[in-house]
């Protein structure tokens, strides 16, 4: 979340679907409720991250980083390679809120042969998918908040799947929470970016829902873990003057400082989370700026947002998201 150009960084990107949402979502819900069974996806899970390998009828395969707080992009090499050109939004309004210069492109357009649902909003097309100079690409392109919408998923992260899921059916033995999604004055989903709430220390912590999140560790801050492991992966945020705050309270949390390379932004380790009820930890959160998420994200959640939740929090849980009903289930992964 608000790390680079695009998807986690760029309210301009962001809100690409934001003008055509209602419309949108109303063909995304529909679209859900008429699938037949489950579906497993072409999933790929690298440190507590989830992409889609789909295999193109134009030749090769595309690799998609899947974030629910993100937007569509796609790389300019990746079009290439599949012999397409992006265009210039005919939409007015689409153009002004991507700026001038901006290409897009249909996904219909890429002839993907996995079984995978198509999003009606746009990708953008970028040089390259790297979220900060310094960092390695990240696939081909990212299915963000417009892709999920209108249907419900289940990600089993110990299992590493990722289903398209059936509706109006709970997860036997779940523990159910309401997600936020902002809405206009006639009750109509603006946008799809899922906002929940989480206990830490005994405190309730609005978040975005954010299976992208993601950080690139410095080498330093690598040796400094415990565990291990790669320098890209999943982690969660939280805004600075909370951070801040839990460094006065708790002063046993770990801090490492300048971990994330890039932005140099240090991160804390909480001991204990409560999702749904269901104790998950410890927890790595980075630090990122107030006004990235009670400015830019928080105007496109249902309330203010302190944060995001990322994967490194829900590694050992199997998650059902239902964005028709805004509901989520959790559970123990098996």
């Keep these: 979340m608000h790390n680079g150009r695009f998807g986690r960084g760029s309210p301009r990107v962001r809100r690409v679907v934001a003008g055509i949402a209602p419309v949108l979502c109303l063909l995304a819900t529909a679209a859900a409720w008429a699938l037949p069974s489950r579906r497993l996806m072409p999933a790929v899970f690298r ?9 193109a009828t134009h ?3 595309l690799r998609f980083y899947t974030d629910t707080g993100g937007a569509m992009v796609i790389a300019a090499p990746a079009l290439a390679r599949l012999g397409l050109q992006p265009r210039t939004p005919a939409d007015p309004t689409l153009r002004a809120q991507l700026g001038r210069g901006a290409r897009v492109i249909a996904m219909q357009s890429l002839g993907l042969a996995a079984p995978i649902p198509l999003a009606h909003a746009p990708m953008v097309a970028v040089p390259a998918m790297r979220q900060l100079p310094g960092w390695p690409p990240q696939g081909d392109g990212i299915l963000g908040q417009a892709w999920f919408a209108g249907h419900v998923w289940t990600w089993n992260y110990p299992a590493k799947r990722l289903w398209l899921d059936l509706p109006g059916r709970a997860p036997e033995g779940a523990r159910a929470v309401p997600l936020g999604f902002p809405v ?3 009750g109509r989903r603006i946008d799809d970016f899922p906002r929940i709430v989480v206990r830490i220390a005994g405190k309730s912590v609005p978040l975005l829902l954010d ?8 080498r330093a801050a690598l040796a400094q873990l415990r565990a291990g492991g790669p320098r890209l992966r999943a982690t969660s945020m939280i805004i600075a003057s909370l951070f801040e705050r839990w460094h006065r309270e708790h002063p046993g949390w770990r801090i490492i400082r300048q971990a994330q390379a890039g932005t140099m932004a240090a991160m804390i380790e909480v001991p204990r989370v409560r999702v749904a009820g269901l104790r998950v930890g410890p927890v790595w959160f980075t630090e990122r700026p107030d006004a990235n998420f009670l400015k830019v994200m928080s105007s496109m959640t249902s309330a203010p947002v302190y944060g995001s939740l990322g994967g490194n ?22």
């Design 47 to 55: 440190a507590d991250r989830v992409y889609l390998e789909c295999a």
């Design 59 to 61: 030749g090769g395969t």
């Design 211 to 218: 299976t992208g999140a993601e950080t690139y560790l410095t």
């Design 313 to 334: 929090a829900l590694r050992d849980l199997r998650m059902t998201i239902d964005y028709p009903r805004a509901r989520a289930w959790f559970m123990r992964g098996r």
């Design 184 to 186: 206009d004055a006639q």
